[in-house]
């Protein structure tokens, strides 16, 4: 098989093309087919030698891949659909491209309680369809669909996907939002190229914006995105298909807000901003004008508040620690106070996400709660409380757990 192998550890350049055995599955273990892989912060830091693998452990670095690992195919459709693409009422489930940061082929598989597969929609077939699309900037390539899309009301389906530019003799990944219609037509695309200025590097770069979430806000019809690498959450215009495609505003370090205190007046530590955030959601049955988020702060490049390519656990920045936010925005007044903002006990590199159960507590998952290479993963119910009290925890060993949600049960109208 054919396997990129570091040499030794250092830059890039250490990364070579080499010939390798096929492995042989041990007990509990497959073997896959890769397909496609992606870069994750973790493999950078093993090729530079801050994160050797475990014992036992290959040294082939690669977290993240996609590919197949010998189970029989099963392509039948039963007749169920999602929403207004056909599915009625009742269980499914959706796998959109998980984890962090690979850039898959497969854009999303909508599957029956039977595991069976409904539909689904390649990297290649998104191109073609892009191609022969009417709407402004769908003329683009892209590599790959990741990490989150939104279902609209209106059967509409928005997918994060990434494209490329090369300025300066670099590669530059940036990424864009389409709107994919009830028959999968692309009908409207916004892209982070024309947005946002290139020039803002504050982490990972020429892995620029690293978008991980879009939600969809019923009041006002526009959509907010997180934007990993730039530290920021933003809100752009998109009424439904019919707005101007702006941003609205930007939330976060060196956005358009200003961080307040819960007893009053303005948060003047930079830190206290979300940094390489994960998974927003509201907080409030409002979505626009005065409303709510919660979302998972990694932490990772807190630094940047202090230093220019700051990241965190290093001498003269902040130490590496994730906290649990939720915001209280004023969109007229550009506020966003700190209403709740308690440390998670342990730091977690990425990954997580948040939410609001309907008891009022605050659930959170730890994606990586321990630091690599044990993978391990803790989900917490807490209080709304200063201190917060855990009333619930969930701790999953040998695995990250990318995100967490709780869900009444797989069955329509039961509850566990």
């Known amino acids: 098989m054919t ?11 250490v990364l070579k093309l080499v010939h390798r055995s096929k492995p042989e599955p041990a007990p509990g273990e497959v073997v896959i087919r890769v397909d496609a892989a992606g870069v994750a912060r973790a493999d950078v830091l093993q090729r530079q030698g801050k994160y050797p693998p475990p014992p036992g452990a290959s040294d082939i670095p690669g977290l993240d891949v996609a590919g197949e690992i010998g189970i029989p195919r099963h392509k039948e459709d039963f007749g169920q659909t999602l929403g207004r693409w056909g ?44 191609a022969a699309a009417s709407c402004a900037g769908c003329n683009i390539v892209v590599v790959g669909t990741h990490h989150d899309f939104a279902i609209l009301p209106n059967g509409h389906l928005i ?6 530019q090369v300025a300066a003799g670099v590669t530059v990944t940036g990424d864009v939002l389409i709107d994919l219609d009830q028959n999968h037509n ?5 892209n982070e190229f024309d947005h946002l200025d290139p020039a803002r ?23 907010i995105i997180s ?35 819960p007893v009053g007046g303005a948060d003047t530590d930079p830190a206290d901003w979300f940094y390489a955030q994960h998974s927003p959601s509201f907080a409030t049955t409002n979505t626009a004008g005065k409303f709510s988020l919660v979302l998972f702060d990694n932490g990772d490049d807190r630094g940047v508040s202090v230093v220019a390519g700051g990241t ?80 619930w925890q969930m701790r999953i ?5 990318y995100r967490a949600m709780r869900i009444p049960s797989l069955y329509p109208g039961v509850q566990w």
């Open 312 to 391: 965190c656990g290093v001498v003269g920045q902040p130490a590496c620690y994730s906290t649990v936010p939720i915001l209280q925005l004023d969109e007229n007044a550009k506020t966003a106070t700190l209403a709740f903002h308690p440390t998670t006990p342990d730091y977690s590199f990425f990954g997580g996400n948040a939410e609001i159960l309907q008891n009022g507590n605050v659930e959170y998952d730890e994606c990586a709660s321990t630091a690599y290479p044990a993978n391990n993963a803790v989900v917490y119910e807490v209080t709304q409380t200063t201190p917060p009290q855990t009333v």
């Open 87 to 130: 599915v009625p009422a009742g269980p499914y489930v959706v796998i959109p491209v998980l984890g962090p940061s690979t850039l898959r082929d497969t854009l999303a598989l909508p599957i029956d309680m039977k595991g069976d597969l409904i539909w689904q929609m390649t990297a290649a077939q998104l191109n073609q369809a892009l």
């Open 3 to 13: 396997a990129i192998e570091i040499s030794s550890y250092g830059p890039p350049n």
């Open 159 to 164: 997918l994060i996907a990434s494209t490329q």
């Open 397 to 401: 060993t040998g695995q990250y757990a």
């Open 227 to 261: 934007i990993r690498h730039q530290n920021w959450l933003v809100k752009i215009d998109y009424n439904n298909g019919a707005g101007t495609g702006e941003i609205l505003w930007r939330l976060g370090y060196q956005g358009d807000f200003t961080l307040m205190t």
């Open 201 to 223: 590097q504050p982490y990972s770069y020429p892995d620029w914006t690293h978008t991980n979430a879009v939600i969809y806000s019923p009041d006002d019809r526009n959509l």
């Open 186 to 190: 692309p009908v409207w695309l916004w």
